[in-house]
């Protein structure tokens, strides 16, 4: 069982920066792919950032040019920084990691709020 720990949520003014962190347990961190999702009230769960073992990213459009995700191996915690942030990012960030398409496992984290005033 992996267990993932997010932080670094909060309440910011539109403009503002928020870096989250998730650090995993376990050993399979180094081979897996790290996602950020966020789902907002009445809204689906949405794909906002990932990046592969190899260090490769995909961002969602709505995000693109202002988060960025990275990882750390020797710390096994993935990171979100998200500048510029707009009332339209207030979710709670959910993390994930997952085998991709090597390894069929899939573990979620609790969860950090982040809540963009206007």
């Known amino acids: 069982q992996v267990q993932l720990v997010e932080s670094g949520g909060g309440l910011v003014q539109a403009g503002g920066s928020l870096r989250l962190s998730c650090a995993a347990s376990?050993?399979?961190?180094?081979?897996?792919?790290m996602d950020w999702y966020r789902q907002a009230p009445g809204k689906q769960r949405e794909l906002v950032a990932s990046?592969?073992?190899?260090?490769?990213?995909h961002y969602a459009d709505s995000v693109k040019g202002r988060f960025t995700i990275s990882r750390d191996n020797a710390k096994n915690t993935v990171y979100l920084q998200m500048n510029s942030l707009k009332p339209d990012d207030t979710a709670l960030y959910i993390c994930?990691?997952?085998?991709?398409?090597?390894?069929?496992?899939?573990?979620w984290g609790q969860g950090t709020q982040v809540t963009v005033s206007s």
């Open positions: 990046i592969s073992t190899g260090g490769i990213t």
């Open positions: 994930n990691i997952n085998g991709g398409s090597s390894w069929p496992y899939d573990y």
């Open positions: 376990g050993s399979i961190f180094k081979i897996s792919v």
